[in-house]
């Protein structure tokens, strides 16, 4: 078993304050603008960007911080508990893990660079579907080899930052439900630049949260042979290896969510005066409160354990999820 630290490094709670110093200059006003409008915080992840954060989980060969998925983690939890919203980038952490761990060298050198310095946006990210929903083997989205290019056809829904990205990671299927002995077999993943794509259509979705989400359309999508990530077929299995990765960045969001919710509900319970005493002096305001830091403490210390096993190559899908 690996060893898991109870406790964050001093490099790491200097690079968890940097972030929420950040952080300060978007307060909730400028969240909540943006979200009365249905708008991408750009200035903010160009920010982000600039600083490195985003490019933090890729090696420094590729201009990255080389930092480990507890690091990208923080980061992520450092903007939710400061009262941001860390969704509108946090794919690009766990989409590129894909082209890191099976991309081919060409394409490592491609991307990643770009990637880590924002002249390119990798935000999106191509698997639900209306007729799958979370039954991924069963996705009709097909790309069908075609010389050097692959045709692709189908559609998909509730994908996030199509608009504000200019690559894709896509999973598609390459051989036929039919014709494979096992439903994980014959997906694959790509990743292309969806800029000025012919036959390619992106179209907003209005949801209940404004996550930039959208409907996409691909209409004989013509895409180089070179964008698929690793072996043709075997992409299933390529995207949960990246799906342990985005649970363990994603809890850290909403650790970071429950300290900030649980932040607020205690100075609400100190400022509100009823009968000449707060409501936080009252045991019914007082239990809830309690518990619900008991269950972020225990997320917490559940995160560290799945981000320690995935540090050290150790199979964490129970712990991640």
Sequence with gaps: MTDISMTLTEDQQTLKRAVMDLCKLYPGEYWRELDDKQEYPHEFVDELTKAGYLGALIPEEYGGGGLSILEGGLILQAINESGGNAAACHAQMYIMGTVLRHGSPEQKAQYLPKIATGELRLQAFGVTEPNSGSDTTKLQTTAVR????????????????????DLMLLLARTTPLSEVQKRTQGLSVFLFDIRELDGFDARPLRMMLNHSTNVVYFDNVHIPANSLIGEEGRGFSYILDGMNAERILVA????????WFIDKAVQYSKDRVIFDKPIGANQGVQFPIAKAHMAVEAADLMRLKAAAMFEAGMPCGAEAN
Excluded: A
Excluded at 146 to 165: A, E, P, T
């Design 252 to 259: 850290s969001e909403s650790i970071g969510d429950g300290r």
């Design 146 to 165: 075609d010389g050097d290019h692959y045709v692709v056809n189908g559609q998909k829904i509730f994908i996030s930052r199509v608009l504000q990205s």
